[in-house]
């Protein structure tokens, strides 16, 4: 099976890009308007900390998505461990076994992305892309539907 026609993707590798592409969009319409759903019935005192940290992690999904379609594995690799530095930052904000199975999941698809990435393999990073944004919405959604996973305060 060719993947490019005269050095260019071929029909089939862009048709994926547009697929995570929409999948990522899709994310983090979805995951946003879970966490504001639940802010709004919460009375909780902004995090400037988290709250700049997440923003830059989806900076750095973005800059994945970017990458993606343009075929630059290398701003898909760095964005990847960009996410990765941040979220190691980040571990404080959350303890639990549901937490770090979610964690685990996050790192195992930011690790694969990375990989793909190294290696130009547009079907695996289109992957390990889709699990990325799979185990962020998991992680969000748990957020959103037990408040009582947020540390003390928030």
């Known amino acids: 099976m060719t993947m490019t026609i005269h050095g260019r993707p071929s029909r089939a590798q862009w048709l994926g890009v ?8 899709a994310g983090f319409v979805w995951a946003g308007a879970a966490v504001l759903r639940w802010a709004e019935t919460h009375d909780i005192a902004e995090d400037p900390i988290s709250d700049r940290m997440m923003e830059k992690k989806s900076r750095q999904l973005q800059r994945v998505l970017d990458g993606m379609i343009a075929h630059d594995y ?6 990847a461990a960009e996410i990765e530095t941040i979220s190691e930052s980040m571990q404080w904000f959350i303890a639990d076994k ?3 199975a979610d964690r685990t999941a996050f790192q195992d698809s930011l690790q694969s992305l990375q990989a793909a990435a ?3 393999n547009s079907e695996a990073a289109i992957k390990s892309a889709d699990l990325l944004v ?17 540390p003390q305060g928030r």
Do not use: Q
């Not at 290398?74 to 964005?79: L, M, P, R």
């Open 98 to 100: 549901e937490y770090d």
């Open 18 to 25: 547009f697929a995570v592409a929409g999948l990522l969009i």
């Open 74 to 79: 290398k701003t898909v690799a760095d964005a």
């Open 118 to 120: 190294g290696s130009n």
């Open 134 to 150: 799979d185990s962020c919405m998991r992680c969000h959604d748990h957020l959103a539907n037990d408040p009582t996973r947020l």
